[in-house]
């Protein structure tokens, strides 16, 4: 069975990076891209995503996070990823509903493992 992966980040390279990695497995198909909040939470109305890998530092963050964005992010497996692994950020993927927060620096051998494993887990 195929999982439908959404990625959102503002780097195009970060974005080809990750569709990269996850085109070694046919289980993942990337459905759509995303480039900031707004564009992530029409794109997991429009697409319906089974996991949505997002970069929680993108631009427009505190106009664009409500309420009913958390609660569409939470319909899908969240994996959160970020250059920083501080409190604060920690935080935010908690509060956005995230299961795992990854660092950008190590996607190359992370995420596989972690996509698979939260493919696994019910939502």
Not at 5 to 25: C, F, K, N, Y
Not at 74 to 98: F, H, N, Q, Y
């Amino acid at each position: 069975m195929t999982s439908k992966m959404l990625i959102a980040d503002d780097s195009a390279i970060v974005r080809r990076g990750i569709r990269e990695i996850l085109s070694t497995q046919s289980e993942f198909e990337v459905v759509g891209e995303a480039t900031n909040f707004n564009e992530t939470d029409r794109l997991i109305k429009d697409l319906n995503p089974d996991v949505v890998i997002m970069d929680i530092h993108m631009p427009g963050e505190h106009t664009a996070i409500s309420n009913e964005f958390i609660s569409r992010l939470r319909c899908s497996k969240l994996l959160a990823i970020s250059i920083w692994g501080d409190e604060p950020t920690r935080m935010l993927a908690e509060v956005l509903g995230a299961s795992i927060l990854l660092d950008k620096a190590n996607l190359h051998s992370t995420l596989i493992p972690t996509v698979t494993e939260l493919c696994q887990k019910p939502v």
